[in-house]
Structure formats: C-alpha cells, structure tokens
C-alpha cells in the first residue's frame, strides 16, 4: 500500500513494473511520480491523446509535489510562529487552511477513482 491508502489487485502491475518483481511503479516518493516530475521516468517528455498537453502521469505528479508543497509550507509557518519569527497567526492559519483544503481535495479524488474502479470491476464482460 502507498501513502496515500491505494493497493493495486495482486493481478495488476503498474506499466513499467513486471509481476516477478512485483508493483515497481507505485506512486511513492521514490516510484513513478517522482520519476516523471524529476524528468527521468518512461513518462518523461510523453504527451496525452494525441500528442497535446502533458500526460496523466505527469499531472498527477505535479498535483502531489503541489500538495507536498502546500503541508511543507504550513508546517514552516507553524514552527516560525512557535519559534517567534512569525508575528501574524493569519498568516499560518491560511497556510495551514490551504493545506488542510489542498489535502482534503486529494483524498476525495482518490476516493472518486476508486468508487469508479470499482464500478468498472462490477460491470459484466
């Protein structure tokens, strides 16, 4: 399982992964993502349907470095205001409300596509 609560069916690999090795393509720190946003992975310079606008890939792993982003900078604004460095709470409360949103956006995303891979895996063939 990866961090954000998604485990594969034992019978799907991810592409670029083989079944011997198991789920080489999960979308972790270290996984397909990371790959495709530092421009080193398979999905590195791919483009969409036809050829237009970035792949899904690479979407997805900007969205997470956004959102990575998001927390990290919450998390600084907090500990500069318990250290004295930040003098208006506002500001650590809207970072940490950006966060909070951005976070809360990125689970019900997940949990659309996986009612919707569900309800793909239920329909008769």
């Known amino acids: 399982m ?3 609560g998604v485990q594969a069916p034992g019978n799907v690999a991810w592409p670029g992964s083989s079944p011997a090795t198991g ?3 999960t979308f972790g720190p270290s996984g397909r ?3 495709a946003a530092a421009g080193d992975g398979p999905a590195a310079g791919s483009t969409g349907p036809g050829g237009v606008g970035p792949s899904f890939l690479q979407e997805l ?3 997470l470095q956004q959102l990575e982003g998001a927390a990290g ?19 650590v409360m809207v970072a940490s409300e950006k966060a909070r949103l951005a976070i ?12 919707a891979y569900q309800e793909i895996m239920r329909m008769p063939v």
């Open 2 to 4: 990866n961090p954000w």
């Open 23 to 25: 789920l080489g393509g």
């Open 33 to 35: 993502a990371a790959a």
């Open 61 to 63: 792993a900007r969205a």
């Open 73 to 91: 900078e919450a998390d600084a604004m907090a500990r500069r205001l318990v250290t004295g460095q930040v003098q208006d709470l506002s500001q």
């Open 104 to 115: 809360e956006l990125a689970v019900q995303l997940r949990n659309k596509a996986l009612e």
